[in-house]
């Protein structure tokens, strides 16, 4: 969970991954055991040659029957072609392990909503998919490295 406690690792890990700008509102609670905030962030050139610019609101609830917590989070873009056609949903189940005094199972689902139609979807959703994969995998190799170092 240390990615979505809004600690210094949380931005560091983000914008090692490609996201300039950081930063996130506190975690505020919504209803019963129910936290929301909201996230801004622009691509790096490596991410996106048009450099766009993501809002995303996170919403974090414990998984029931389990020990652990679900984030959900909705991503709008800004600044990339079609962008306004789509919004992107992740949903992030982390579950911490009980063999192990230290570490967590980390499972994300992936959709996006169209709000228009574009002849373009298929190419659309195949990009946005492998720049997710790659930016989550990235995401995850810093944060182990940095909770490893205890920096």
């Known amino acids: 969970m240390e990615l979505f ?4 690792i949380d931005r560091r890990v983000m914008e090692r991954a490609g996201c300039l ?3 996130h509102s506190p975690w505020e609670s ?9 996230l801004y962030y622009k691509f790096d050139k490596r991410i996106s040659r048009y450099r766009g610019e993501v809002t995303s609101t ?3 609830s414990r998984l029931s029957g389990k020990n652990g917590w679900l984030i959900e989070e909705v991503m709008t873009l800004h600044g990339v072609p079609l962008g306004d056609f789509f ?3 992740l949903r992030y189940q982390v579950e911490d392990l ?22 373009q979807k298929k190419r659309i959703t195949k990009n946005i998919l ?13 944060l182990e490295k940095e909770y490893v170092s205890g920096t």
């Open 98 to 119: 009980p063999s192990r005094s230290v570490g967590c199972n980390v499972e994300v689902y992936f959709g996006i909503t169209w709000s228009k139609d574009s002849k």
């Open 130 to 142: 492998s720049n997710l994969q790659d930016r989550l995998t990235v995401m995850f190799s810093v």
């Open 5 to 8: 406690r809004g600690s210094e």
């Open 30 to 38: 919504e209803k019963q055991d129910v936290y929301q905030r909201q």
């Open 58 to 60: 996170q919403q974090k």
């Open 21 to 23: 700008n950081y930063s």
């Open 87 to 89: 919004t992107l949903h």
